[in-house]
Nanobody, 122 residues
């Protein structure tokens, strides 16, 4: 059984930084994309950033230049370094593993973490 567990959320002042981590565990052969999404109160979940197994990254315009996504393939872990945080970054942050295969011959499936709260407040 595969699980994704996020950590690193918390309360931070505007302009501050946080680093989120998401570790995938269980029977894992490979993970294609890993990414971060967020959902603010009363809003739909939105995409934040994605990283491929080869290290290519993409960011939403709202976080470009402030957030950095990275991953450790050996640990099946993805990170999100968040700098210059703004009030509007307040949300529950979720990680996602796209096309996770449990064996070399299995088809991929998508998995979500349970979310971690990030609150930016003065």
């Amino acid at each position: 059984q595969v699980q994704l567990v996020e950590s690193g959320g918390g309360l931070v002042q505007p302009g501050g930084s946080l680093r989120l981590s998401c570790a995938a565990s269980g029977s894992i052969f490979s993970i294609n994309y890993m990414g971060w999404y967020r959902q603010a109160p009363g809003k739909q979940r939105e995409w934040v950033a994605t990283i491929t197994s080869g290290g290519s990254t993409k960011y939403a315009d709202s976080v470009k230049g402030r957030f950095t996504i990275s991953r450790d393939n050996a640990k099946n872990t993805v990170y999100l370094q968040m700098n210059s945080l703004k009030l509007e970054d307040t949300a529950v942050y979720y990680c996602k593993a796209d096309w996770l295969r449990t064996t070399a011959s299995s088809l991929g499936s998508d998995y979500w973490g349970q979310g971690t709260q990030v609150t930016v407040s003065s």
